[in-house]
């Protein structure tokens, strides 16, 4: 069954520190993964977008892995600040010339001062 | 901004009553998409329109028809809704419906969906 986890649901840390986001995914064939970012009352907005070649990419404090081994995917975010509170999202498309695509629950962060 | 507006942001009807969602972007892309995102769920694609064309409908009920005049314009017009219906409905854009790199989706912000 074609599925996207996301963990923890929910994460509470203080401004300043760092924090990683993980994303397991079962889909076949991957094409690639997507990781969002969404205020609250607005629409996502993309972060990061990884192919299979592609192990890390860097979004400012935002840095995205990939390991399609594993079909795991984190977003590590540094030195967060209070901006940082969103919920974020994962994605995957797969399948080829079909073209679909998951959605992850998404992990809700709140960055405290 | 991500250069797609929807209108209305909020709107509370009754299950008798007709209205519609409005969508537009100005990326001058030929894909445009509604999503639906209920709370603690994942986003759900109801509909994927390409070159006006739509290209998917993903077994969401008549009560909801979408309408895709021309590329920058996509409605989502509502009847007889029911109360499980309330949630935020999300328009996006992208380039083309392929799902490559190449593709990225920009999102609107939504309009926040009651049915009382």
């Known amino acids: 069954k074609n599925q996207v986890e996301q963990s923890p649901q929910s994460l509470i840390i203080l401004e300043g520190k760092n924090c990683t986001l993980q994303?397991?995914?079962?889909?076949?064939?991957?094409?690639?993964l997507r990781w969002y970012k969404q205020d609250t009352g607005r629409g996502p907005v993309s972060l990061t977008i990884m192919t299979f070649s592609e192990n890390t990419k860097s979004n400012g404090r935002y840095t995205a892995t990939l390991d399609a081994d594993t079909k795991q995917s984190s977003l590590h975010i540094t030195a967060s600040q209070l901006s940082d509170s969103a919920s974020y999202i994962c994605v995957v498309f797969y399948g080829g010339a079909t073209n679909k695509l998951i959605f992850g629950t998404g992990t809700l962060l709140a960055v405290q001062p | 901004e991500t250069g797609v507006t929807q209108t209305p942001r909020h709107l509370v009807m009754g299950m008798t009553n007709k209205k519609s969602l409005k969508c537009e972007q100005h990326?001058?892309?030929?894909?445009m998409y509604w999503y639906k995102q209920s709370a603690k769920k994942p986003l759900e694609l109801m509909f994927v329109?390409?070159?006006?064309?739509?290209?998917e409908n993903n077994s969401v009920p008549s009560r909801f028809s979408p309408e895709c005049p021309n590329s920058s314009h996509l409605f989502l017009h509502l009847h007889t809704l029911q109360p499980e219906d309330s949630a935020l409905y999300l328009c996006?854009?992208?380039?083309?419906?392929?799902?490559?790199?190449?593709?990225?989706?920009?999102f609107g912000p939504g309009t926040r969906l009651t049915v009382t």
């Open positions: 996006a854009s992208s380039q083309g419906t392929s799902g490559g790199a190449e593709n990225e989706q920009y």
């Open positions: 329109y390409s070159l006006e064309e739509r290209v």
């Open positions: 990326l001058g892309h030929n894909a």
């Open positions: 994303c397991n995914y079962t889909v076949s064939p991957f094409s690639n």
